[in-house]
């Protein structure tokens, strides 16, 4: 890669001009939703301050780039539901999930799916947020995380998308029923610890999202930080996680993920979304108009975003740069490439 070019990417993302959110991002979340009419706007999960922007940069597996914090913890909103359709793929993968066109009803009896509509309601539905879950959950109705601020009536589970994070809490908790153990747990054991991460990441749910599982008291954690919580990590345990995902699941000689489950995270789906498997956002219709057909990212909040390039070998963790000037960087990133 040209370093001339690779210096003037990074000082794009960099560019005090070009950042998002605020530091204080409990005053930034209560400002987008305090005034909603479904929701209430109470949070039930951790909030910090932001740090600076940053981001790092891996080609062929090798470290070419870093700048900003890349060690520092730091919220990263809906990158958290990649992590959690990882943990319905390591349940998949050891047969805890049979069929993903399965109904979840069959498996969780919680009371979350007795209902005639919830009852139709499969994993493959959940993991792709067509689940039209009806019900409330921590003290959300379904209602409240319509990013339109629409109570929009239950339809047929899986005719229509809808971005909702009391649904994909739902999916959080169901995996925990599944699992029978607390979903940090089974990431670390599973997936981090194989790859190399730190120790520093931490994966929060509410303060009201307790439930009892076998007779123990466990935290069923969010899929996202839009009531606080969610995944915190650095840029460098994302950067391992997005290599994981660009080599499909596989790390050295070990496959941690299956091909298969891979495919079928990265299979869209349709009804006018842009993503596969929770956020593995895809760039079919070329959302970020430089970067591959083929690429794709996990996405949060923030411009949290975990960019994957298999045509250039590319990893990109980027943070706090506003998503009006994301694709600018990639462009600036792709142009590097020699």
């Known amino acids: 890669m040209d370093a001339d070019d690779l210096q003037r990417a990074i000082d794009f993302a960099v560019d005090p001009a070009h950042e998002g959110f605020g530091r204080d991002l409990q ?31 891996l080609r062929r597996g090798y470290l070419i780039a870093e700048w900003g914090a890349p060690e520092r913890v730091d919220m990263t909103f809906s990158v958290s539901k990649s992590f959690l359709s990882t943990v319905a793929g390591l349940a998949w993968d050891r047969s805890l999930i049979g069929d993903i066109d399965e109904p979840i009803c069959e498996t969780v009896h919680d009371g979350g799916y007795v209902s005639a509509h919830n009852r139709q309601i499969t994993w493959n539905h959940a993991l792709r947020q067509t689940s039209e879950w009806d019900g409330s959950l921590w003290d959300k109705h379904y ?54 991460a730190s120790y520093t990441w931490q994966w929060h749910g509410y303060e009201n999202s307790w439930v009892d599982v076998k007779g123990q008291r466990m935290h069923s954690v969010s899929g996202g930080g839009h009531w606080g919580g969610g995944m915190w990590i650095s ?104």
């Open 27 to 57: 005053a930034e979340w209560d400002a987008s939703n305090g005034g909603k009419q479904y929701d209430d706007g109470i949070t039930y999960g951790p909030y910090q301050e932001r740090g600076e922007a940053t981001g790092l940069i």
């Open 143 to 196: 209602s409240a995380s319509n990013p339109d601020d629409e109570l929009l009536e239950p339809i047929t589970p899986g005719t229509r998308y809808e971005y909702n994070d009391v649904r994909v809490n739902r999916l959080s908790l169901s995996l925990l029923r599944l699992w029978k153990r607390p979903l940090p747990d089974v990431l670390r054991e599973f997936v981090m610890d194989p790859i190399g």
């Open 235 to 338: 840029a460098y345990d994302q950067a391992r996680f997005g290599l994981l995902s660009l080599r499909r699941g596989r790390w050295g000689q070990r496959q941690i993920l299956s091909d298969e489950w891979i495919s079928m995270a990265t299979t869209p789906t349709g009804l006018g979304s842009d993503f596969g498997f929770m956020n593995w956002t895809l760039n079919t219709n070329r959302v970020v108009p430089s970067a591959p057909a083929n690429s794709f990212f996990h996405s949060g909040a923030g411009t949290n975003r975990i960019y994957g390039d298999p045509e250039n070998e590319l990893v990109v963790v980027s943070r706090w740069l506003s998503g009006d000037h994301y694709d600018g960087f990639i462009s600036r990133v792709l142009a590097s490439v020699r």
